[in-house]
């Protein structure tokens, strides 16, 4: 229904308070022009991405092409980092698993390890039918005689996903060859202090000043140990929420890019939750708070590994990001990879607009926002949240709660952005002094 207000100026009326389906039989109040004191266009924000990168051992496996998951990944990125450095994006970058200091992933012996990293997964106390890591003879119960400390091996033919564990040197029997040597790991040696996560490798800055520092960055990176997750998201979090404070004109985001379930630094203790569930709690809390920071998930996993992807979409819904991407690893890691990044800075982030600056302290209860399709415009109705664009899919929000904090942004609900981002030449204008039009 097209109507004519008395600036001369059409709009097309295509909400229905009731169910926001667009018919005719319910409209939305139509603005008084001369309520309007101020209209502008709609100035996009700039974003910011903060990525924290898996680049655990597994990182290493191959994909559907030769190239392993890694060198996918990091051409993928850097491709990215290409075809954007124009752009007013800015990027930065974190890796996990880090390091304790002065420890190793790999050990030959339990002083590669270091102070807090021990002990080598080398030596285990004799008795007992479980392996009792041991680094001298007084970490086993007993005597000497009775219950030595012993290096052990891997029988040959064991499965390798359930390896046996045998003396050195010996044969194992039932046919399972002879007892050999393996690669050692610190067990200990994983750094899970959030704080050392919430240091970036790269700081977030524009791409053109961090292509050659994220370059080298890849490049320097090993790819070994386990998955950390839960003080890996939340110090990503946590220095986007910081960096955010300095950069108010900025919606800052964190991008987990991973190939594993969390396995190390969770809840240690018996009876806890898996640490999947503390990283969904980090993931809700950080959209709470006068700072949302959301989520983006990018899950590369082999064919069929429904536990990883339910969890990585679990963490992006709890993100505040829906669902997460997820890259089969026997098909194209980098061409599907570089999609995804593409899909997270061009998607809902490229529908935050600024919130109009002025003078006064801004009444945010007298914004309104129009949408030109190029064709006709229609009037946006103010929701509370994203949740409830469900029933009102014509409308926007703020980031926050103007009744709980000052909001930094204004983001239009899904069905517009799709809307906006299908016409070449839509727009957004704001409208200022008129009381807003809710939902």
């Known amino acids: 229904m097209k109507v004519e207000v008395n600036d001369g100026e059409t709009f097309v009326d295509l909400t229905d308070p009731g169910t926001g389906d667009g018919t005719e039989t319910d409209t939305l109040p139509l603005l008084d ?7 502008a266009a709609a100035e996009q924000r700039r974003v910011a991405l903060n990525v924290m990168l898996d680049s655990s051992g597994s990182m290493e496996e191959p994909t559907g092409t030769g190239a392993t998951m890694w060198q996918s990944v990091s051409r993928a990125i850097r491709g990215f980092l290409g075809e ?34 021990g002990p080598c997964f080398l030596s285990t106390c004799r ?31 064991s499965d390798p996903l359930a390896p046996t564990a045998c003396l050195l040197p010996s044969t194992c029997g039932d046919g399972l060859g002879l007892c050999e040597d393996f690669e050692r790991n610190c067990t200990n040696s994983t750094q899970c202090d ?3 996560y919430a240091e970036p490798a790269v700081e977030i800055g524009l791409i053109e000043d961090n292509l050659v520092p ?41 991008v987990l890019a991973t190939d594993g379930l969390p396995t190390e630094c969770g809840p240690e203790v018996p009876g806890a939750e898996p640490p999947i569930n503390k990283v969904l709690e980090i993931a809700t809390l950080a959209q709470q708070g006068d700072i949302p920071i959301r989520t983006f998930v990018i899950g590369v996993f082999q064919a ?5 992807i339910n969890n990585v979409n679990a963490i992006a819904a709890a993100g505040g990001t829906g669902q997460a991407v997820t890259i089969d690893t026997d098909g194209e890691v980098e061409a599907e990879f570089l999609d995804a990044l593409r899909q997270i800075r061009s998607g809902t982030l490229a529908c935050q ?4 600056e002025s003078d006064e302290r801004l009444d945010y209860f007298s914004v309104n926002l129009q949408f030109d399709n190029g064709d006709a415009r229609q009037q946006l109705s103010y929701v509370t949240s994203e949740a409830d664009c469900a029933s009102s899919p014509n409308s926007w929000h703020y980031d926050v709660n103007p009744l709980n904090s000052d909001p930094n942004a204004i983001q239009v609900c899904p069905s517009v952005c799709d809307q906006f981002q299908a016409a070449p030449n839509g727009s957004i204008t704001l409208q200022l002094g008129c009381e807003t039009i809710l939902r």
């Open 214 to 254: 994220i370059d080298q960055a890849l490049t320097r990176q090993p790819n070994e140990g386990l998955t950390p997750t839960v003080p890996a998201l939340q110090g990503a979090i946590d220095h986007a929420r910081d960096w955010s404070v300095t950069h108010p004109d900025q919606t800052v985001v964190t």
């Open 127 to 157: 008795q007992g039918e479980t392996i009792t890591l041991c680094q001298r003879q007084s970490d086993c119960p007993g005597s000497a005689s009775d219950n030595p400390c012993v290096p052990f091996g891997l029988c040959a033919n």
């Open 33 to 39: 022009s001369a309520c309007v004191t101020q209209t």
């Open 84 to 117: 954007t450095r124009e752009e007013d994006l800015s990027i930065g970058l974190q890796f996990f698993p880090l390091l304790k200091p002065g420890s190793s992933f790999v050990c030959d012996s339990h002083e590669d390890c270091g102070p807090d990293g």
């Open 194 to 196: 959030v704080s050392a």
């Open 304 to 308: 069929g590994d429904a536990a990883s």
């Open 353 to 356: 607009f600024q919130v109009p």
